[in-house]
């Protein structure tokens, strides 16, 4: 059997934990650079407040209704979430990180009653943490899923959702659409649709070699699941990631060259970092940027460049960076979004070196380690490229803000006394 | 193969008498594992104000708390009463949350009023110089 803990509305949760006074209140968390509603608590969601609404045109619905508004604060959340974690291995030998508020855990050989064990974890993630979670269990990773959106909505359950036999499933899977399964999405749902597969019920009981041959081998995979016969494991090792994007949208606007090729240098270096940590080499960078969709003149423009052999050099990449931008950057235009993807990534320990091709120096190894290592000790930032700038201005806007209550010692909540 | 992890030697093997010390030789001494029982639900946090001084805590002074213990009649607690925070001892027969400090009345937990334990003081930390 598999539980997924899923933490409830996690980013506005988050937010409450050191404010028990806005627990049971309406809490908004919004994007990088403010832009949009990312996350709602259950009242804020109840008032109506809709999800991914430009802030600044909801802004002021939202001081008329009392909203509790906050720009995202990753370290809070990354902090969090491995609390979550690490609590959960109390619960489970084998536990998959599915993402920031997700977790699998295999829940083989247990031997209390499920349900119980389920309202065990979301009581003792309530009292170590203060998140909320809801729990679904099922013998496979597909069905867990649907249990934990039983879990989340069927009141009468509180927050667990044990779907242990066939009539079970098969009743949930009745009532909802087939968009709800977990891998299909509203292209794939659509097309089933057009085939008169409309809830889970019908896509249960499709004949699953016909579809494979009609769709892919997943849908084949997740009809399985949705049987009860588990077709996918957990995956333990979080998988090395084929390509690193760092995108931000800009606070103050630039429109000038100097300020732009700055912010591509920054999230060119953080993307390096990301790199290096994986222990790989890209051997292509793509860099793009573009304006606001709103504005009258759209401009979106993007440039791929090949580097001179396999690296992980924070020099390299951020001179070809800037190269590239030099290329697609117009001038009179007020730039919304700039980004760069590191693409065409292998193993750093696969790398082949070519006798008549310049390849990466130990030298410079030793280099990027020592400003990561002193980065990580020091705190993020400390050691920067000098094309990144001294002067951010062009850096996130994060009006709302909250303290880094867990991982900054000038951020720790005071307690009156 | 099984790799058998051994204690690194405090002396040079070369010449001399061996330190007198490589038999009693064990790990650093982790501050976290002497305060710290429940790493995941425990939190640090500020003090502010004098209302805790009988019982050894300042202003200024780092409290570190853990939500995973039940607190007890006596313990010093952090309390959310009616969404506020704050540090007292847990009264629980006279349902009070009572100031270590004779000047500070006790604040009794009125029947309509909501009160949460947010976790037990386990210990402070005093600051007698400030490091930087």
New interface residues.
């Given amino acids: 059997m598999y539980a997924l803990v899923d933490c409830n509305s996690f980013y506005a949760s988050c937010e409450q934990i050191?404010r028990?006074?806005?627990?049971g209140k309406p809490v908004v968390v919004l994007s990088n650079n403010d832009g949009c509603i990312v996350a709602r608590s259950k009242e804020a969601k109840n008032l109506g407040i809709p999800d991914l609404q430009a802030f600044f045109k909801i802004a002021h619905l939202l001081r008329q209704k009392g909203v509790h508004v906050f720009s995202s604060n990753y370290c809070l959340y990354g902090d969090i979430s491995h609390?979550?974690m690490?609590?959960l291995q109390n619960y489970s030998p084998d536990i998959e990180v599915y993402s920031i508020d997700e977790m699998f855990l295999c829940l083989a050989g247990v031997q209390e009653p499920l349900i119980a064990y389920g309202q065990t974890i979301k009581q003792t993630v309530w009292?170590?943490?203060?998140m909320p979670v809801s729990v679904g269990i099922a013998p496979t990773k597909t069905l867990a899923k649907l249990a934990n959106h039983a879990a989340k909505k069927i009141p009468k359950v509180q927050g667990v959702c044990l779907l242990d036999s066939q009539e079970k499933w098969q009743w949930l899977q009745k009532r909802l659409p087939v968009t709800k399964v977990w891998g299909i999405g509203s292209q794939l749902g659509k097309r089933l649709n057009a085939i008169n597969i409309v809830n889970i019920y019908d896509l249960a009981t499709a004949n699953a070699k016909h579809l494979r041959k009609q769709f892919s081998v997943d849908v084949e995979r997740i009809i399985e699941e949705l049987n009860g016969k588990p077709a996918l494991s957990l995956e333990l090792q979080p998988t090395a990631k084929k390509q690193i994007f760092c995108t931000r949208s800009f606070g103050e606007k630039p429109t000038e060259l100097k300020p732009l090729a700055q912010a591509i240098s920054a999230y060119a270096a953080r993307a390096c970092e990301k790199l290096r940590a994986q222990k790989q080499y890209c051997k292509s960078i793509q860099v793009f940027i573009n304006t606001s969709p709103y504005d009258n003149n759209y401009y979106s423009q993007q440039l791929v460049v090949q580097l001179p052999y396999p690296t992980d050099d924070s020099r390299i990449i951020i001179a070809n960076a800037n190269k590239a931008l030099k290329i697609i950057y117009k001038e009179d235009k007020r730039y919304l979004k700039a980004g760069i993807g590191l693409l065409d990534l292998s193993e750093r320990k696969y790398n082949q070196q070519d006798l008549f091709q310049k390849s990466q120096s130990e030298q410079c190894d030793a280099l990027m380690l020592t400003v990561d290592k002193i980065n990580r000790r020091y705190g993020q930032g400390l050691l920067y490229w000098g094309a990144e700038g001294s002067n951010k201005r062009w850096r996130m806007r994060q009006q709302f803000l909250s303290p880094a209550?867990?991982t900054r010692w000038e951020d720790?909540?005071?307690?009156?006394? | 193969m099984k790799i058998l992890l051994l204690p690194k030697y405090g002396s040079a093997v070369a010449a001399g008498f061996p330190s007198a010390a490589d038999d009693f030789l064990e790990n650093n001494l982790d501050l976290n594992q002497h305060l710290i029982r429940h790493p995941a639900a425990t939190y640090l946090a500020r003090a502010q104000g004098s209302s805790m001084t009988g019982r050894g805590i300042f202003d200024g002074d780092t409290l570190i708390v853990d939500r995973a213990i039940e607190p007890k009649h006596g313990n010093i607690v952090i309390a959310a009463l009616d969404g506020e925070l704050t540090c007292k001892i847990l009264d629980k027969h006279k349902q009070q949350l009572v100031a270590a400090n004779p000047k500070i009345k006790p604040i009794a937990v009125a029947e309509n009023s909501e009160l949460i334990i947010e976790g037990v003081v386990i210990h402070s930390i005093r600051h007698h110089v400030r490091l930087s």
């Fill in positions: 050191f028990p006074d806005l627990r609390k979550v690490s609590t009292r170590d943490i203060r209550y867990t720790i909540p005071f307690i009156n006394c």
